[in-house]
């Protein structure tokens, strides 16, 4: 599975960081590419670099918890989610989940031990899937773009066939 064209992002309060480093974890068994706040190097000014991460994710889970209520830059990051519709929230404590990030259907990772096979974990999986699908091969794009331009497919065999028509009626006269 090549997801080369997105990346998934995770947002968390700095104080669950165990919780959002084992679904990493599980994402990049998955094939999936995950960008990770705790790669910022030295040097780097973190909220541009932050929020650049952000702009460019095709995906945004954000793990909820009473902490991350309360965090302006998990907040931030949901609203930027909600925006792009590239959201996919998460309860990882059993906590209510405010407006209006609750006016999406989030799952829960409530007493998740990091296994895959979670219930909680394959419906994010779902979610991830319906924003970051997996590569096509050649064959499948190729049958995509012929039934995306079909009428300009079946013009252009017509006109073969029209041609190849007049070619055959010419060498038989």
Known sequence: MDRSKGYVFISYKSEEVEKADLLR??????????????DI?????WNEV???AVRKASCIIVLW????????????????AMDRDIYAPARI?????EPPYDRIQATDLIHWDGSAKHPGVQRLL???NQLLPP??????????????????????????????ILVWQSIAT
């Open 25 to 38: 974890k599980v994402l990049e068994e998955a094939q999936y590419k995950v960008w990770w706040d705790r």
């Open 93 to 97: 404590v059993l906590c209510e989940i």
């Open 135 to 164: 590569a096509q091969s050649v064959f499948e794009q190729f049958i995509h773009v012929i039934i995306k331009n079909k009428a300009t497919v079946l013009s252009i065999l017509f006109a073969i066939l029209a041609l190849g």
């Open 65 to 80: 918890s009473d902490r991350a209520m309360q965090s302006r830059w998990v907040m931030h990051e949901a609203s930027s």
């Open 41 to 45: 190097q030295c040097g780097e000014v």
């Open 126 to 128: 779902y979610r991830i």
């Open 50 to 52: 932050l929020d650049e």
